[in-house]
């Protein structure tokens, strides 16, 4: 036992080591690409776009499910957005709650003829399509439930326009977001066939008219660990794949392509439960097999707000469905690996992915274990077990140091020092509990998976009025009785 104990330390304190490495080059990448993006944003030739008849128009497709309480403030964004030429399709997707009679009502919808939908790429049947001339910019598609990769298949079918954009129907785009990122696919709309957006954390920010006009980190603990999470996965992260041309993933709550790609490789494979990473290895697989030049990009001044799980429940929940995600898309690329035609992807991208990703919850939690076995067993000492911690701790907070100054170099706002210790100690407390659950909640999902369940499980969500849970001490010098009705209406859960 004991020998196997040390093989396996060894063993696995290579596999850290290694994947420390490589994020390290990957945040030194990130903050490289970082400044010349800025260079090259400041001497772009398309610098003043917001009313230009040379911008290629966009359909903005917003799958729905469930989505009652967040979907009026989202359409409203949506339709207040810097840009000369776009549609919103919003897909109710069989909702079970009141998604489609909230749009109606407020735009005043009526049906209209099917002949916008086109049969481009695979969907379930569309029941109806609805308009309102007052609102040209508006398209609500009524269809059978199939999920959100169908969905956006029918949005796909629905829309006018050569670009397309997805977005989460619980975010928010920044009015500026979409301009900026097809400024990015204007320096090259030849090869730059998928953009990725920032997406960040609204929970605990001031929010009114479907804007944020203050964003601040939450006073709760767990939205404001994945603001944490998001700022490195993000900044630390996807800039540095972006620059290699290896991001697998254009997340779903905020991306661009060209709907020509999105035709040929045929849309959203339906029974996926994830959608967002199939899509970008599909374009991958397609454009490397066919030898064609291209680029998938990550804009980090495109921004979009989403809502973040606030308990334990939910979270895990959306962390299990993330990882049956992970694995089906690794299962199902696997041909890619280590193949010369696929360069980066099968040779670096996809393999990290595997081994960091999809197994990092048994590297990590075996590993855990075998530490404690050390200490028990008496084959090392407490204090090098600590120090052992200690530089775990410190290598999180090197990441996250490195994510805050691509922040600030990316949007060039003065973030309060409060919240910057606030993060740098959110940062060291995540690496004792955070990421362990972490770990636990993705083998429960490899579980799920290998168990056929492809739920999508259930996100609450709340409605972007209601007060935030971080405002109390504020709420308390209003009225109590009125605040505390509205709040108690608004919070109603809803389920996707």
Not at 63 to 90: G, Q
Not at 129 to 147: F, S, T
Not at 297 to 305: Q, T
Request: some cysteine; charged content about 20%; overall charge positive.
């Amino acid at each position: 036992m004991r020998e196997f104990l040390l093989n396996y330390g060894f063993l696995a304190t290579c596999l850290i080591v290694g994947s420390s490495l490589v994020y390290f080059i990957i945040l030194a990448m990130s903050s490289q690409s970082m400044l010349s993006q800025i260079k090259s944003t400041m001497y772009s030739r398309f610098r003043e776009l917001s009313g230009s008849q040379f911008v290629p128009p966009v359909s903005i497709l917003v799958p729905s499910y469930n989505e009652e309480l967040t979907i009026i403030d989202n359409v409203r964004s949506l339709m207040a957005l810097e840009f000369p030429v776009y549609e919103v399709i919003v897909i109710n997707d069989g909702s079970k709650d009141n998604t489609l009679q909230v749009l109606v009502e407020q735009f005043d919808l009526k049906p209209g003829r099917m002949t916008a939908a086109r049969h481009l790429v695979q969907s379930n049947p569309v029941k109806e399509v609805y308009y309102n001339p007052q609102y040209p910019k508006l398209v609500v598609i009524d269809k059978e439930n199939g999920g959100k990769a169908d969905a956006l298949n029918a949005g796909i079918n629905v829309s006018k326009y050569p670009l397309v954009a997805t977005i989460d129907a619980d975010s928010m785009l920044e009015k500026d977001a979409l301009i900026r990122m097809v400024q990015v696919y204007m320096e090259n709309p030849e090869q730059h066939i998928a953009i990725g957006g920032n997406v960040r954390i609204a929970n605990g920010s001031k929010i009114q008219d479907g804007r944020v006009t203050s964003a601040r980190l939450s006073n709760r603990m767990l939205p404001a660990m994945q603001y944490v999470e998001y700022m490195r996965a993000f900044l630390g992260g996807r800039i540095g794949w972006s620059s290699m041309n290896g991001l697998l993933i254009v997340s779903g709550a905020f991306g661009l392509f060209r709907k020509d790609y999105l035709i040929n490789v045929g849309g959203y494979e339906k029974e996926c439960p994830g959608e967002d990473m199939n899509i970008v290895m599909k374009l991958h697989r397609y454009m490397l097999h066919h030898g064609l030049p291209y680029r998938i990009l990550f804009c980090p001044d495109a921004v979009c707000w989403t809502q973040a799980p606030d308990t334990l429940r939910i979270l895990g929940s959306q962390r299990r469905r993330w990882i049956k995600g992970n694995l089906w898309n690794v299962i199902r690329f696997r041909s890619m690996l280590f193949i010369p035609k696929y360069k980066i992807i099968g040779w670096l991208a996809l393999p990290y992915t595997i081994l960091y990703e999809t197994l990092s919850p048994y590297i990590k939690l075996s590993g855990l274990a075998a530490l404690v076995a050390y200490v028990l067993m008496d084959m090392t000492q407490l204090p090098i077990l600590l120090t052992f911690l200690f530089i775990n701790l410190l290598i999180g907070l090197v990441f996250t140091s490195g994510s805050l100054i691509i922040e600030e170099l990316a949007f060039q706002r003065s973030i309060e020092t409060r919240d910057v210790l606030r993060i740098i100690g959110l940062s060291m407390l995540m690496a004792l509990g955070y990421d362990q659950l972490n770990a636990l909640w993705k083998l429960q999902g490899h579980a799920d998976y290998l168990r056929g369940n492809h739920s999508w499980g259930h996100m609450v969500r709340r409605s972007w009025n209601e007060d935030s849970p971080d405002d109390q001490d504020a709420l308390s010098q209003k009225s109590k009785k009125g605040a505390a009705s509205k709040a108690s209406k608004a919070s109603n859960a809803q389920a996707i």
